[in-house]
């Protein structure tokens, strides 16, 4: 037997159909892969991961760095929070790596499958190098209860706003960030929304005087 | 009673204590520098004609210099990244087709790229040249409306009309190929919803005809106008160095000088097989910008061209039955896509066909687990989607990095220093999208 549901979809409670009910399920090992990939990584990527020791010492490196990730032929750079900006520093100045981009900046909740320690806030910095024409991944974690990692934004001020997006959405502290507020929802929302445990539709709904409850406390039709 | 009442100071008259009502108290809350005195804080937006959307500015002005601007967004925010978690792969679709509204073919390619780069597999080559079609006839619709609000905004009307009147020929186009003028989800995981209905190739070769007339007609109106020159030419000024710290890119990054168009240099869709220029120009400025929009519609008209030339008979989904939603599906009489063949099918002929059809319309297909990041040359630069699966049938993760969102960042160092006017040009010449913005 692989598993066992209960309910059309693995729903239960409300048997609600439109999609707020938590359909998500994660799967053993989940979209956390644990491993790691063993030199050599392949194509530029030796090549790039090299630079990068030689920019900032091989004890730092080791230090900064526990895992790397090759997966679909894209790289994944795990990193310690510690050793982030000495890390970025290098990847946007050192001239075989020339990271001159920050593409992107975001979050992601690994709820359950949060790996040792619980690290279930994950933030995602996608690099691009515009001379070599290469991008790589940079993935921090951190635990909800300690959510604190340095802000890139004085290597990259783009990071500006993706940083309170992730800091809005997620609750990460990017701690050196100018002013880090709330972006996307109002000043005096309550929780970080696309946190795993926020449900979606979470809050009752008021219209015209009445109030319509969130879809998983709705009454029940089966 | 309080003798020092800011608002209304007082003196002991033979009549009694006389008030005198000297109103704003801006000396005590800005203090005593004397360029203060002349300090104004306006408000623009959230809702105005001329922000493009619900976007909220807050502007220090000393007599018509701005000296801060701030961006305030979110009023836009609808959690489609939240939402897509609660769906299904396919779904997705239908819900990052209404980001970025102006340009939702874009939003649509790129989340099924990443989907596809996660699952593995490649599209049917009939399916990728019609993504390529429907992507640059979408993009020119956007600039064309990035063109005429730009109109607008300088006090250009007619620009305004003419823009939105060419927009409706690309409009009519997509409506005719996906059945909708915009929010298509018509580019799905695994290739397309349909094929090309009949005839459409020939009402896109009129349409080939007619645009470069239009393009020149918008150059006649305004390029060589004085009045467009002078409201543009210097303004909004942002260089190659502040692009890259800013993270812009798109025209903007194009007007400063620097070709980057991951359709060149990252291609993707087999863009690396048709024969296009990317337009650049040297002057980082507002002016730069409307030129590289206006020379990228008839590039765009090129590809488009390129891509009905080469356009096969073939399928226009992936042959895997456990991804590609049962059925060549094409447009009907009623306008639905329903495929009569495959209903006969699933409900007098099969009943694991019925069951197939069934999981996987309303459960879905498995993704493997893993992340990619998956990025195209949208009408405003990179979009990025950040693409994360924990193995089930829904995503885990979706992350959009939308261009107007990051070169919405540009507005301080464009506008600060210059005149209340020219923010107006420079955000025009930004170009944002603000359903992309707030998401």
Known sequence: ?222 | MTTTDPYAGSRETTEGRVYTVTGGDWDLTFGSDPLAEERLVVNMGPQHPSTHGVLRLVLDLEGETVTKARVVIGYLHTGIEKNTEYRTWTQGTTFVTRMDYLAPLFNETAYCLAVEKLLGIEVPERATTIRVLVMELNRIASHLVGLATFGMEMGALTGMTNGFRERELVLDLLEEITGLRMNHAYVRPGGLAQDLPDGVEAKIREFLTVMPERVAGFHRLLTGQPIWQRRLRDVGYLDVTGCLALGVTGPILRSAGLPWDLRKVEPYCGYETYDFEVPTADTSDAWGRYLVRMAEVNESLKIVEQALDRLRPGPVMVEDKKIAWPAQLSLGADGMGNSLDHVKHIMGQSMEALIHHFKLVTEGFRVPAGQVYQAIESPRGELGFHVVSDGGTRPFRVHVRDPSFTNLQATAAMSEGGMIADVIAAIASIDPVMGGVDR
């Open chain 1, 1 to 222: 037997m692989t598993g066992f549901r209960t309910g059309a979809f693995g729903v239960s409670g409300s048997g609600d159909t439109s999609g707020f009910g938590g359909l998500v399920r994660v799967e053993p090992g989940g979209a956390v892969a644990l491993h790691s990939t063993e030199r050599p990584y392949g194509g530029w990527f030796d090549e790039v991961t090299d630079a990068l020791v030689d920019a900032v010492g091989q004890a730092t490196y080791d230090a900064a760095v526990p895992r790397v990730l090759v997966d679909r032929g894209e790289i994944t750079y795990f990193v310690e929070r510690e050793h982030l900006l000495a890390l970025v520093q290098a990847l946007r100045d050192d001239d075989a790596l020339r990271f001159e981009l920050c593409s992107s900046v975001s979050g992601v909740d690994y709820l359950d499958a949060g790996g040792p320690a619980g690290k279930r806030l994950h933030v995602v910095y996608h690099l691009t190098s515009m001379t070599y024409r290469r991008r790589v991944r940079l993935e921090v974690a951190v635990t909800a209860e300690d959510p604190h990692v340095p802000s890139v934004t004085r290597v990259y001020p783009t990071a500006d706003w993706h940083e309170r997006e992730a800091f809005d959405m997620f609750g990460v502290v990017f701690d050196g960030h100018p002013a880090l507020t709330r972006i996307l929802m109002p000043d005096d929302w309550d929780g970080h929304p696309q946190r795993k445990d926020y449900p979606l539709g979470g809050v009752p709904v008021e219209y015209h005087g009445a109030t319509i409850p969130p879809p998983d406390e709705r009454r029940s039709y089966r």
